[in-house]
């Protein structure tokens, strides 16, 4: 019998940050099968149609992850996760990186989430552009 394939999980994103438009084109272009991840804005229907309000608060407005599971990944859990995902030396990455206490990972992730607007614009700086093909992938 072949391996099932796993269900896409919802990687959801800060609609205006150009750091993470460029995560999801990094996610776009190492999902080999298309079908680990659908995407949608953290400010879409999709997002408040798929978290209910109370496992809304308190989410940061980066990179969420909503698993196949129901669970909720935030920062560098989200992050490695993702990267778990994607398989291959990506896998190896994150085997890396989860030694590092999350505290130690969760303080850089804020960090660069605090700096992301100055240091990377956000979408209105930004044009991001995706093809037709990958359209299909997206939510509102």
């Known amino acids: 019998m072949p391996p099932v394939a796993p269900k896409p999980e919802f990687l959801f994103y800060d609609g205006h940050c150009a750091l993470c438009h460029r995560a999801v084109k990094f996610v776009l272009r190492h999902d080999v099968s298309g079908k680990l991840f659908r995407f949608a804005p953290l400010q879409g229907p999709t997002f408040q149609a798929q978290v209910p309000p109370d496992r809304r608060a308190g989410l940061p407005d ?9 669970a909720l990944l935030v920062r560098s859990d989200a992050f490695l996760h993702v990267l778990r995902r994607l398989g291959g030396g990506w896998k190896g990455l994150a085997a890396v990186l989860v030694v590092v ?6 303080f850089a992730y804020d960090f ?4 992301r607007y100055r240091v990377f614009g956000t979408k209105e700086d930004w044009c991001p552009i995706v093809p037709p093909d990958l359209r299909a992938r997206f939510d509102p």
């Open 112 to 115: 660069v989430a605090r700096i």
């Open 101 to 106: 206490p999350r505290p130690v990972r969760d």
């Open 62 to 70: 980066s990179i969420v992850v909503l698993t196949e599971e129901g």
